[in-house]
Nanobody
Framework: QVQLVESGGGLVQAGGSLRLSCAAS????????MGWFRQAPGKEREFVAA????????YYTNSVKGRFAISRDNAKNTLYLQLNSLKPEDTAVYYC???????????????WGQGTQVTVSS
């Protein structure tokens, strides 16, 4: 079993930055990919970004391209999401996920964290 624990969320003003972390623990950890998703109040969970664990190839949803950066530290089994130029519409609970069953942007990951709140004030 794999456990994922997010951290780094908080309250920030528009234009500010945050760095989210997701630490993975448990059995030998070697996912195909890890991703970040977010869910705003009253909205469905949406894909934000993903990274292939072996070669670092990255994927982003259009609304965050150029502002967010996903990265990983294989040695530490830790995933990161750098959030820059934050906007009020980025306010959501951010979830990390590991080991997608199909596509990296799909919701069918095998493992999910508990989420961390990001609130951007205007």
């Amino acid at each position: 079993q794999v456990q994922l624990v997010e951290s780094g969320g908080g309250l920030v003003q528009a234009g500010g930055s945050l760095r989210l972390s997701c630490a993975a623990s448990g059995r030998t950890f070697s996912p195909y990919a890890m991703g970040w998703f977010r869910q705003a109040p009253g909205k469905e969970r949406e894909f934000v970004a993903a990274i292939v664990w072996s070669d670092g190839m990255t994927y982003y949803t259009n609304s965050v391209k150029g502002r967010f950066a996903i990265s990983r530290d294989n040695a530490k089994n830790t995933l990161y999401l750098q959030l820059n130029s934050l906007k009020p519409e980025d306010t959501a609970v951010y979830y990390c996920a590991a080991d997608p069953r199909t596509a990296v942007y799909a919701y069918d990951y095998n493992y999910w964290g508990q989420g961390t709140q990001v609130t951007v004030s205007s």
